[in-house]
Every structure is written in C-alpha cells, then in structure tokens.
C-alpha cells in the first residue's frame, strides 16, 4: 500500500532563515507525482508545488524549492528566505498514474519567528 | 481562478441529527472529492465522485453517504450524526482531461463540524 511519512510534526524557523521539511513515501509505482500543500489558519488548502516522478529536474516555486531522491522515495520542501505568511500546516502527498486519488501524510507545522 | 466553496464554515449538530455538507465548484470540474482532516491524522478520501451521479467510496465511507446530481454539487450526508464525526471536512475538485497529466486538485475553505 501507498503511504506517505512526515516524521516531523512541529518545525520552527526563524525569519529570513531556510527551513527544510521531511516526506518519505513508499509505491511500487513507476509513474507518479508528489505535491506540497500548505494550509494557513484560515484552512484554505494551497498548492506549493508539484514533482512529476519522471522529471529528475527538481521542482522550483519563487522560495520553494523540492529535493526529490527517487531511489530514497524520499520528497522533501525547502523554504528560502522564510517569512512570516509561510507560517502553516504543511502536507505531502502523492498519487499514480494521471487520475489516482491524493495520498496525504499527517502534516508539518511550521512555525515562523520574527 | 477557480473557486470551491463549502455552504458553512462551522456547523453545529446533535447526535442523532441528519446532516448535509454541501460543496460548490465554478470551473466545470469532473472529480470532486470529501475529506476529513483529523489532528495528527492527515486527510483521509470519505468519498469522491469522477463524474455526475457516479461515486465511489475512499478510506473512510462508513457512516457518510454522498450526492451529485449536478455537475458543480457535491454533498456529504450524515445520516445519522455521531459525536466521532467531530471533524473538519474539506471538498475539493480537480479536472480531469485525459491521461496526459495529473490536474491538481483545489480545496473548498472547509467546514468545521462539531456533533453534541
């Protein structure tokens, strides 16, 4: 079965900092693709940034960026030069093929201090 | 840009009580999708629908059941309210065009539900 770990459940950053955040996922699958969602308090699920498992270029968005280790099923989100709005509930998920259904890991939550 | 709303941002309700979550998308999306979002749990799929009068359950189906009779409306039933389906329930809907791509899926604001 497909399943998706954030083993960090609370993360702290310091403004203007860099803070990098954790997801594993284990799929037998060959054609797949790993998304970052970021939910702020105000609950509103938004898309951070997506990777296509046949792409080996990592995905770039403004400060984020992803370090995607195929072989280590491993999909993890840098923030850059962090600020106070990246301040949130931050979920790894994953799906196969091009109409599979999202898989979600428990969630990161960030926190950013001024 | 597309927009995915839900009828309530809170809901109060008794056990026992029938309730309707209600989901609205504007972008003529085929998939639409419930959720449930637990501390420490994640989402997990209740129920998604690829199309107009098809569903199919996800992880969670039991004690929920699902409407879509029109394309842009997707409702979450609880037939019969219990104080475990205190949660936060999320929609979502995604276009689906072919094979060619994995279309992201957009979130309603969701709708915090608390069962007495």
């Known amino acids: 079965a497909q399943t998706v770990t954030q083993s960090q459940p609370e993360m702290s950053v310091q403004e203007a900092e860099t803070v990098t955040l954790s997801c594993t996922y284990d799929?037998?699958?060959?054609?797949?693709?790993l998304f970052w969602y970021k939910q702020p308090p105000s609950r509103q699920m938004i898309l951070v940034i997506r990777?296509?498992?046949?792409?080996?270029q990592n995905a770039t968005e403004n400060r984020f960026s992803v370090n995607f280790q195929k072989a280590a099923k491993s999909f993890s989100l840098k923030i850059s030069d962090s600020q106070l709005g990246d301040a949130a509930m931050y979920f790894c998920?994953?799906?196969?093929?091009?109409?599979?259904?999202?898989?979600f890991g428990k969630g990161t939550k960030l926190s950013v201090k001024p | 840009d597309v927009k995915v709303t839900q009828s309530s941002r809170y809901l109060v309700k008794r056990t026992g009580e029938k309730v309707f979550l209600e989901c609205v998308q504007d972008?003529?999306?085929?998939?639409m999708f419930w959720y449930r979002q637990d501390p420490g749990l994640g989402l997990r799929l209740i129920y998604f629908?690829?199309?107009?009068?098809?569903?199919e359950k996800g992880d969670i189906p039991e004690g929920y059941s699902v409407s879509r009779e029109k394309k842009e409306r997707f409702s979450l039933i609880l037939e019969s309210a219990s104080t475990n389906q205190t949660s936060m329930y999320l929609c979502?809907?995604?276009?689906?065009?072919?094979?060619?791509?994995?279309?992201?899926?957009?979130f309603g604001p969701g709708t915090r539900l608390t069962v007495l």
């Open positions: 998920a994953y799906t196969f093929g091009s109409q599979g259904n999202l898989i």
């Open positions: 990777q296509e498992a046949y792409k080996q």
């Open positions: 799929t037998s699958e060959s054609d797949y693709y």
């Open positions: 979502a809907s995604r276009s689906y065009k072919g094979l060619a791509t994995y279309n992201e899926q957009f």
């Open positions: 972008m003529d999306h085929e998939n």
């Open positions: 629908s690829y199309d107009v009068k098809m569903k």
